[in-house]
């Protein structure tokens, strides 16, 4: 009885050891004068590989929080053991939008993700510091946050995805709170317009930044994703964009980031 539970003892242990580690590390905004709880997954092997690893910055929707990605698909776990990376899953406020807010200068999650956190997180584990290690992606609010961030920062980061990604927001004046963020829009479309991604492709030059994109045909924001599809193709910019039965729902984003990792993938081994 004695051997068997010593054995049993033994077996558990390895499986921690083997177990990707799971931190919540609290950031501190210079910007926004508060801390920012953040997910972070660090793989496996993290403590016994002397080489550097690459970053996945994953961001949460409208009314998510950081732990959103963790609990809704826990498998993002084994996908950051399975591919040897980094995943980073910041908070961006309930409503955020993942940019500096021209009429609310406490909302500036532009300047946090793109400055703050990423440099905490290259100063707090053993990052490969610079954008051919770097990848940013989300869902729906997220998935705009994401094109926003890498379009506008291409020096931070190297490839970039999202996922039912919310890319052009001018359609919805009225909801997820982005009237607070960039005012009515019959006041301030400029800041509409300023601050809305399928506006930004201008930015983009051939390949420097790699692009991955999906929405399911019942999404809300279908349109808005065929259009800066249609657009990134008339531009010549190469992106790859796939159309999947499904709307805006964690089976969907579940299915999703499964492709998405792999591209990831590719890129940082390339």
Request: with cysteine; proline share 3%; aromatic share 14%.
């Amino acid at each position: 009885m004695k051997l068997k539970l010593i054995l049993l003892l033994i077996c558990c242990q390895s499986i921690l050891a083997e177990a990707s580690q799971i931190d919540t590390v609290m950031v501190n905004s210079a910007s926004m004068n508060k801390s920012i709880a953040n997910i972070v997954i660090v793989p496996d092997n993290y403590s016994r590989q002397q080489e550097s690893f690459p970053v996945l910055y994953l961001l949460h929707g409208a009314g998510g929080d950081h732990t959103n990605w963790l609990s809704k698909v826990p498998a993002i776990q084994e996908y950051a053991d399975q591919y040897d990376m980094i995943i980073v899953c910041p908070d961006g406020d309930v409503t955020s939008w993942y940019f500096d807010s021209p009429i609310d200068k406490k909302m500036r999650y532009e300047t946090y993700l793109f400055k703050e956190l990423v440099e905490s997180i290259d100063n707090t584990y053993n990052t490969i510091a610079e954008k051919s290690g770097r990848a940013i992606t989300g869902l729906s609010m997220g998935g705009h946050g994401a094109f926003y961030l890498a379009f506008r920062h291409q020096e931070v980061w190297g490839a970039a995805g999202s996922m039912s990604g919310g890319v052009d927001i001018r359609p919805f004046p009225k909801n997820w709170d982005l009237s607070k963020r960039l005012g009515d829009y019959a006041i301030y479309k400029e800041n509409w317009e300023n601050n809305t991604v399928i506006n930004m492709v201008h930015l983009l030059k051939g390949d420097d930044l790699k692009l991955i994109f999906d929405c399911g045909v019942d999404d809300f924001f279908f349109d808005a994703n065929k259009r800066l599809h249609t657009k990134l193709l008339e531009r010549n910019i190469p992106h790859d964009y796939t159309e999947r039965p499904g709307g805006h729902s964690w089976d969907y984003w579940a299915n999703s980031i499964k492709y998405q990792l792999l591209f990831f993938n590719d890129y940082f081994a390339y």
